[in-house]
C-alpha cells in the first residue's frame, strides 16, 4: 500500500465517523503507551514516542488522552501490558495480507483475527509464508502543497531517506526503518505536516485482483482494521 492507493485511503479517512475515530485513537494511545515503555516518555530523547505523539496530533487526538498514554507507558499510572505481534494471511485470489497486533492478550488477538480472515474467505498462514513478499520501510506522506520538491528532496536525503517519489497529490518519503525515526524528526522540526507516517509493510511482489475480488479484500481488510487488537492491516494488491 503505497503512493497512489494510499493517498486515497488517507482522503477517506479524513471523513471517518466518531466509531472509526474512537479506534483510531486507541491506536495511536498504544502506539504512544508501546513506545513510552521501550524508549521512555520524553518526546525529546525517544523519536519513537515523537512520531506517535506528532500522529496522535494531526488527528486530533485530546492531549489529555495523549498524556494519559505516555502515563501509562512510564507506569504513572495502571495499564495493561502491551505486546506487538504480527499476524500472516491470505485474502481473495491469494492476495497477501499482513496484520499488525498490540495486544495485552495474545490468544485472544490470535482467535479474532484468525475468525475474521475466515469469516472473510480468507485464511491464516505462518509466520515468514506471505512476509517474503513484503519489504519493512518507514513511509511519510506528504501534501505536495506543503513543500516545494526541492526543499524536500534536500531536508530528507539530508536526514538520511532512501528516496523521495512524487505524486500529483503529495510525496511519498522512504526510508530503512533505522533512519525512519531521524527522517520523521528532521520533518517535525521543519514544521512540515505528514499526512501519514509509519514504518509498513510495503509490497515487492503484488497480486493483480479482479473487480469483485478487490471488493472482497477491502472487505476483508475493513473488519480486521476494526478489531480491538489490530493496529495496521497491510496488502500486497495491485493497485
Known sequence: MSGHNKWSKIEHKKGVNDARKGKLFSVFSKEITVATRSGGGDVNFNMRLRTAVDKAKAANMPADNITRAIQKGTGEIPGVIYEEFIYEGYGPAGAGVIVEVTTDNKNRSASDVRSTFTKHGGNMAGAGAVAFNFQRKGQIIIARDAIAEDKLMELVLNAG???????????????????????????SKAKIPAASSEIA??????????????AKLKVLTEALEALDDVQYVWTNEEE
Not at 173 to 182: F, S, W
Not at 201 to 214: G, I, M
Open 161 to 187: 531517506a532512501d528516496d523521495l517519489q512524487t505524486f500529483e497529490t503529495h510525496y511519498e518519503v522512504l526510508t530503512t526503518p533505522n533512519a525512519y525515526a531521524g527522517v520523521a524528526d528532521a520533518l
Open 201 to 214: 509493510f510495503l509490497p515487492t511482489t503484488t497480486v493483480p485482483l479482479s473487480d469483485a475480488d478487490k
